[in-house]
Structures are given as C-alpha cells and as structure tokens.
C-alpha cells in the first residue's frame, strides 16, 4: 500500500485548485502484462514493445506488411515488467485522489480477457484507498464520509455486490442527481480493514466463469463505487471459445463493450448530437465518467503474445478514441449537515473576532449611534409636525364653528331685522350686519383714587368671548326696496350684554349739506379688525374698483368682506353732543344720516380698516405682514403665558404700513386719492362731501381736510395737518389729542405702548399720527351717537369696551411677577405709590397706567411698564426699517426736524 507524504498532498491540492473546472482529455493509459507461463509453454511470442514511456510499438516483420500501424502514442505505456504502483503512483494517483476534493473521478480497465484488468484494478483501488485514508488522517479538520457501494453488470442485469438477495437494481433518473441505482448499498467505510472485508464480499458476489483464456475470468462489469470499474473482457466469442452460457454473456459484454466503444467513438469526435449512453447499462452508468463532470483514467491492458494482437488492436484502437475524449471536472459542493454547521461556526467565530477587535474596519459603532441619533432627531420632528398638524385641525374646526354659528347669527339677525323696518320716505336701505365684534374698551375709571381692592368681574374668559372674532357686514343694494334693518343696539350700560331691543335706534342726521330727506339713510360700515389691527391690511377699500361701486338707488352696498376679517360700525352721523355717553352702544352702529349726500360714499361698496383694537389679530386674522419676524421684539416674557390675548405688534404693524401705503399712494393719482377718501370718510364722514366738492384736491398734504363737529354740522375743525404748518406744533396737539381720545375711547394699553414706542419721533411718522387722531376722533364720535355694533346676536357697546379694557388690565396683572423680578416689582410699587405689602398691589399698578393724559412722563413710565409686561422692546433706531413702517414721504416733510412723542 502506497503512501502519501505531506508535500505530496499540498502539490496535489494546488493542483486541484488550478485544474478545477477546467476541460481535460480522459488519461489513456497502455499496460502490457508479461506472458504468462502458459503461453510461454505454447511458444507464444511477445510482438509488443513500449519503445518508451508513451509509445508501443508492433514487432512482427510480417505483420508490418500489412499496413496496419505498427506504434501507437498514448498518455502512458507501461512494460510487462511494471509494478502496479508505478502505475498508481505516476499516472493513477492524481486522479484518484481528486475525490477528497469533491470531484468525481473514474479509472476503468479495459481490454481483452486475461489481459490484466483485474490484476492492474486490484492494485489501484488499494493504493487509492490507502492515500484516502492517509489524507483524511491528515486533514482531521474537515468531515469525511468515505462511502463504498459495488456493482456487477451481468448480461445487462445490474446487481448489488453488497447484498445477498441477487435482487436486479433499476436504473432510474433523478432530476438533481442525475442517474440513480435504485436500492443500491452503500456502506461508510470505518477504516482499511472494512474495505477489504467489503472487497471481499464484492469478489465472492461476482459472476466469475472459467473461460480457455481465464479460469477466473470476471464475467461482468464491476463498478466499485469509489469510483472503481473493472470491465469485462473485450475478447471476440470466438476466440474465448464461449459456447452456452459463456456465449450469453459474452454477447452481453461485448453489447456493453460495444456501446462504450461507440460512445468512446463519439464523444472523440466531439459533443455534437445524440450520443447513445441508454444503450447499455454500462454506458449509462458511467455517462458521467465518459463525457461529463469527472476526471476519468483507462487503462487498457494488453495481452503482448502474437497469437492474440488482433484483439490488442481492437484493445489499442479503442484506446485512441478515448484519449481525444474530453471530461469537464468541477468540484461538488454539496456539504453534509454536519460540515454545514461546522463551516457556519467557524464563520460566525471570525465576524465575532472581527467585532471585537479594536481599530477593526467593522467596528461601526461610532456610525450607528450616530444614524440612532439622527432617526431619535427625526421621529421628534416628527411627533412636532404632528402636534402643529393637530393644532392646525383644531383651529380649522373652530373657524368652521365660527363660520357656522356668524350664518345662524346672520339669519337671525335678519328676522329680527324685520320687526326693526323703519320706512322713511320710502327709501329704506337694509343693512344686514353679518356679525359684529367688539373690538374696543373704554377705561373703567378716570380716577386713579377710585380705584378698590374689589375683585374683578370680568373674567379672562369674557374677555376673549369680547375679542374673539372678526366680523363682516353686507348691505344688501336690496335696500332699494324700501325696507331698512338696522342692527340692535342696547341703551344703557347695563345692557352691553343684554338681548337687544327689536326697535332699531335711528339718529337723524341734521348736517344741512347732505342730501335731502329722500334718502335719508347713510349706512356707514366700519369694518374693523377687532384682533389688534390698526387698519386692515387686505381691505376691499384699496381696489379701485371698489370706490365706483354704486346702487342707482343711493343705498350702500357693503358686502362681506372677503377677509371676513372685520367688524363692522355703523354711526349715525346726527353729530348730536360731543358728549361721551358710556350707557350708550358705542361701537358698531347703523347711521341714520339724513344729511348724506347720495354719491361715492354711499354707494361705495368697500372694507374699512380696524378702528379697535384689543386681542390676537395675528392668531386668528392673518392680517399681520407675513414677511417681518416680530419675534426679535418681543422677548420670553410673552411666551408660554397663558394669557395671549392681547394685541400682537404685527397686527399693529400691519395696520399702519397698510394705512401708510394708501395715503402715500393719495400723492401720486387722483383715483388713488379717491380710495383713501373714501376709506377716510368711513370714520370722518363730512369728508365725503369735500371729496365730492373737491375731488382733485389733496386730502392730506395741500388742503386742508375739514372734519364736521360732531354737534353742528356746520361747524368745521381743521384737523389735518398742512406740512407746511410748523411740524412741531402739530406734533404736540396731535399728541396731546391722541392720548386724550385714547383715554376716551379706551383704547388698548397695548397698543398705545406700541404705538409710543414706534412712532414717536420723526416727522416721517406724521402720517400714521394723522390717521390715528383723525379715526379716534370718528371713534368718539362714534360713542357719543351711542351707537351699537351686532356680534352673534348681542349687542357690543361702550360698557362692553370698558369691560374688555380692564379685563386686559387684569391680563398684564397677572404678567408682573414673569416680567418682572420681586426687586423690580417692589421698585416700581414704591415708584406708584402703592404698599407692596398690599393685597392687590398688581392690579392697583395696572389700573394706574395710562391714566393721566396730562403726564407725558406718566404716559412714558406707563408704556414702559406694558412694554415689558408684554416682552416688547426696541432694539436699536432701526426697529420702524426693520418693520417695514419707514415709508418716505414727500421730499419737503423729509426736511422737517424730527420731533419726540415722549421726552425721554
Ligand atoms: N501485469 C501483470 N503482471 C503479472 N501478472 C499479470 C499481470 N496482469 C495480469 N496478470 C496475470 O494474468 C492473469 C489474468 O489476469 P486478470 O484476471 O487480471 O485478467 P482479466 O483481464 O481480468 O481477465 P478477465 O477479463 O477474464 O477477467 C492473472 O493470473 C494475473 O495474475
């Protein structure tokens, strides 16, 4: 038994690894066997000769003259003389043991009988199982299952060498493994000895048959599963003299024979068309050793007497078709369960080592926590959208509500309208107030010293049911019809909340330069931004087209705002007393204006800006600018408070760019001009009439603009500012006048701190101090009509204005101990002379600021004090740029001094 050493074993896995796939020719091989006794004894002659290592050579000097070929050239020919285990050792052996590779290998015998297949198989089966062994010992790393399964093929009946019960296997075809045998043993071997004690059981199961040429001739094909094939002999039935049953078989084997030397034939010629493997058994069986993925050795053997070379001719001639067949060779890689498992150990033990190991390219935990981090970021991102998509909704359902309930508001108030038809001269024109808001306040005490310890009334939550919406009116052209609703209106404080009277208050109007009694009613709507807006950014009122609006009868045409952002006022305009009556509905209120002149202004279907304010315009209108971030004004102090209902700075700033704009726009075209004098004349009516008289004339800057005296409508009282006029004197009776009509329309704290701390100083500003006095002074008026606005069915008036304001009072209360440290507080307590150890020192100091409208420092340290209490403070002298309120007037006011609202 041949070994295989270390180095030999390492050579020949290089080599398997470089031949592996790789199409090789089938190693043919010539072995002669020396004469045997027998022939010697019969005089038989040796007539061939392996000239050298691949070539035999015939030499028989009359043979040569046949032309026939005389040497034959293979992979190898081995002499008489040579062992088995050089065979095996130089040719056998590297295909042998391509098996401990996963590759199929095959070495068949094959030639005439008593030629020596059997003698040469036994050698190399031997040897090969010996180096599969030595290798396996050598490689106890990996799983080998050395399996052994034997075979005879005998007259074309296969038969299982291992089993006893001689049962014939059927050849079947499998669609993954190819052909099977059915029920064919196979036996994992334990060792050498097992083997031999198969190989033994193989050799007593085998049809052998005692031939002239072989007294143990092997009467089939032995396939020994490793793979081992010993063929039968090729030998003519004549020459074997087979008669009987030796003719049977040998019919069979030369079938068998005939076909492999066909196929043999055929594969030579290459793998084109049909090549016929069924037609044997033992072609079929070793179809993979033949033209397949195996690595496949024959040894032909030869019989060197003279009396038998016909047959060695044959034996060579199948021989040189064999060595033009190709194999194709891949390596199996089907692995057992057991060498599954062990290989995906080993391979979960080096990704483990590789985590492990510091500095390894695989460590990504920096990279993952880093990606945790970012999704941690992005699902909080997340769960934030969601919040402001819900709050979104909520706010949307609200304004739906609200939209809702302004439609039930509007048809009752039409059908109470109907009981409030006032004819008159049979001209009626109906006003249908949509809804109105309350949107401004009047102070609750105009003595400081007044002032108790009682506990407020009103409630925060009032407050915001005052200040919540914004309304719109439509007065239908319908008015034509000789019908006129007019909004409710309560007559006394006590009935700021109260349901409304059905008869409607209508004032007359006794300014002799209007109209005459046929059309006796004016309908002044005041679309106002109760939210804290100045002036409505997106009134209808600045379209042109809106200006020329007109009913041929006369009445006024207002219709919904398409902001619906407003409320609306309707004031008589009878002017009767200058006198403020706070048991009056102040606020919106239908006018009974006999003396209207029919024209523009009554047929005039626009919005009017907000004249009030009061609570959150920006939250609820969206009639702030949209560009300006007024978030850098307004410090911590605002945020997170409960209480945000108080006027915002871009309502604020909003209102007074968009009042700004229209009167900057009055000095380019007359059109424009015409605009803004009707937006003026909803809060200064006479000025319709000077419109109408003088319709090219400036309004603000060349002419004087008369402003008719609320108790005779003759009497006139400049009020618009002439630039050319001394600047500073204006300055100070405008200033002097605001805070007075503050104060007397309760104007919002708020919003007088704002309106201190922005437009103080610069003769720029005269603009937006012109447009606040002049619709104050209409807002006084307004209150002294008593008039009254309509808000979801009640009736708002000054007492209601009143309560809004000292419920914002209460609001900045409740303000001081964020806005302010216990040091600060206890400063400004003892600055305003209040007991800081008092009950109600907050509220005593809130109900003390913007009370003296005779103080400027009083007026100074009272915005100082809002200011901070609603986190709002200037930063810098670019604040008005920075808003977007710096609007440059007419170059000859830019070279005006600059002049200061408070001396501070
Ligand atoms: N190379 C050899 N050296 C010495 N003796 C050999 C050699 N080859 C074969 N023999 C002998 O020749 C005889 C026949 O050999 P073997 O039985 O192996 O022939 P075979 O081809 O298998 O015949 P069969 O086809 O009938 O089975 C045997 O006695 C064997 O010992």
């Known amino acids: 038994m041949g070994a295989m050493g270390g180095d030999d074993l390492i050579d020949w896995e290089k080599m398997q690894e470089l031949g592996n796939g790789t199409e090789e020719k ?49 992979d190898r020919v081995f002499r008489g003389d040579c062992k088995t285990r050089e065979v095996y050792d130089e040719e056998i052996k590297d295909i042998a043991l391509s098996v401990v590779g996963g590759i199929n290998s095959t070495i068949f015998a094959y030639g005439q009988t008593s030629s020596g297949k059997t003698y040469t198989m036994n050698g190399i089966t031997e040897y090969t199982v010996a180096d599969i062994y030595e290798y396996m010992k050598m490689h106890d790393e990996r799983a080998f299952a050395l399996k052994f399964s034997a075979m005879e093929i005998y007259n074309e009946v296969v038969r299982d060498l291992l089993s006893s019960d001689n049962n014939q296997l059927r050849l079947l075809d499998d669609p993954e493994k190819g052909m099977i045998i059915e029920k064919l043993t196979e036996e994992t071997l334990r060792d050498w000895n097992h083997l031999k004690e198969l190989l033994s059981i193989c050799e007593a199961q085998r049809q052998i048959g005692e031939t002239s040429l072989n007294e143990k001739s092997s009467r089939s094909h032995q396939i020994l599963r490793l793979n081992f094939v010993d063929l039968a002999g090729s030998e003519r039935a004549s020459q074997a003299q087979s008669v009987g049953q030796r003719l049977k078989e040998g019919c069979h084997i030369n079938r068998s024979l005939l076909t492999l030397g066909t196929v043999i034939r055929k594969l030579s010629k290459g793998r084109h068309g049909h090549v016929n493997y069924r037609d044997s058994k033992l072609t079929r069986i070793l179809q993979p050793a033949l033209g397949g993925n195996a690595r496949t050795a024959i040894i032909c053997t030869l019989n060197p007497s003279r009396s ?434 503050w104060q007397a329309c309760n104007v919002s704290l708020i919003h007088r701190t704002y309106f201190i701390l922005l437009i103080k100083e610069d003769m720029t500003d005269s603009i937006y101090m012109e447009v606040e006095h002049r619709r104050l002074s209409f807002l006084k008026e307004t209150f002294s009509r008593g008039n009254f606005a309509v808000q979801d069915g009640r009736t708002l008036t000054l007492a209601s204005s009143k309560k809004a304001l000292r419920r914002e009072r209460e609001i900045l209360s409740r303000r001081m101990s964020k806005a302010f440290t216990e040091d600060e507080r206890n400063r400004i307590y003892e600055e305003w002379g209040i007991d800081i150890n008092s009950k109600r020192r907050r509220m005593r100091l809130v109900q003390l600021l913007w009370r003296d409208t005779e103080d400027m420092n009083h007026i100074r340290k009272s915005g100082e004090v809002v200011a901070k209490l609603i986190g709002f403070s200037v930063h810098g002298q670019g604040m008005k740029e920075m808003l977007g309120l710096s609007f440059m007037p007419p170059q000859r006011m830019m070279s005006r001094r600059s002049l200061r609202w408070i001396n501070s």
């Open 308 to 741: 038998h070379v016909e047959q060695s001719r044959n034996t060579l001639l199948f021989a040189s078709c064999a060595k033009e067949v190709s194999t194709n060779a891949k390596v199996n890689v089907v692995m057992s369960d057991k060498a599954l498992v062990k290989h995906l150990q080993k391979e979960v033990a080096r990704l483990e080592s590789e985590l492990k190991a510091p500095g390894s390219t695989c460590d990504h935990g920096p990279l993952l926590r880093k990606k945790d981090m970012h999704i941690e970021k992005l699902e909080k991102e997340i769960r934030e959208l969601k919040k402001q998509r819900d709050l979104a909704h909520s706010r949307i359902d609200d304004l739906l509500r609200a939209i809702e309930s302004e439609k039930s508001s509007s048809k009752a108030n039409s059908i109470q309208s109907v009981n409030g038809v006032v004819k008159r001269n049979g001209s009626l024109d109906i006003l249908r107030s949509q809804s109105s808001q309350v949107s401004y306040s009047s102070d609750d005490a105009s003595d400081p010293s007044q002032i108790t310890e009682e506990p407020m009334l009103a409630t925060a939550e009032d407050f915001d049911e005052v200040s919540t919406d914004i309304r719109c009116i439509e007065v239908d052209e319908s008015a034509k019809d000789g019908t006129c609703t007019s909004s409710r209106h309560s007559t006394s404080e006590s009935e700021e909340s109260t349901p409304l009277s059905s008869e409607p208050q209508l004032s007359p109007v006794s300014s002799a330069p209007l109209s005459g009694t046929d059309n006796i009613y004016s309908h002044v709507a005041l679309e106002q931004n109760i939210q804290g807006s100045l002036f409505n950014p997106h009134s209808d009122e600045t379209s042109p087209s809106a200006s020329t609006s007109t009913t041929a009868s006369g009445g006024l045409l207002l219709t919904r705002s398409r902001s619906c952002r407003a409320n609306m006022i309707t004031a008589p305009l009878d002017m009767g007393s200058d006198e403020q009556n706070d048991s009056t509905p102040p606020t919106m209120l239908e006018k009974d204006f006999t003396g209207r002149p029919e024209g523009a202004f009554q047929r005039k279907q626009w919005k009017l800006p907000p004249v009030i304010y009061g609570t959150n315009s920006a939250r609820l209108t969206g009639n702030v600018s949209q560009s300006t971030d007024y978030s850098s004004f307004i410090d911590d102090t605002k945020n997170g408070d409960g209480d945000e209902d108080i006027p915002t700075l871009g309502s604020f700033v909003a209102g007074l760019r968009e009042m700004a704009k229209l009167q900057y726009e009055n000095q380019t075209t007359d059109q424009v001009r015409l605009i803004l004098s009707s937006y003026l004349l909803s809060f200064i009516p006479v000025l319709e009439v000077f419109v109408k008289e003088s319709p090219n004339e400036n309004l603000f800057f060349s002419s004087q603009v008369q402003l008719k005296d609320a108790t005779d409508g003759n009497n006139t009282r400049d009020v618009a500012l002439d630039p050319m006029n001394d600047w500073a004197i204006k300055f100070e009776m405008l200033q002097k006048s605001i805070i007075e009509l």
């Open 26 to 74: 089938i190693l043919v091989l010539v072995r002669l066997r020396p004469l045997n006794e027998k022939e010697i004894a019969q005089n038989d002659v040796a007539d061939w000769e392996c000239i050298n290592s691949t070539t035999i050579l015939y030499r028989n000097s009359l043979q040569e003259r046949s032309g026939l070929p005389t040497a034959y050239s293979f």
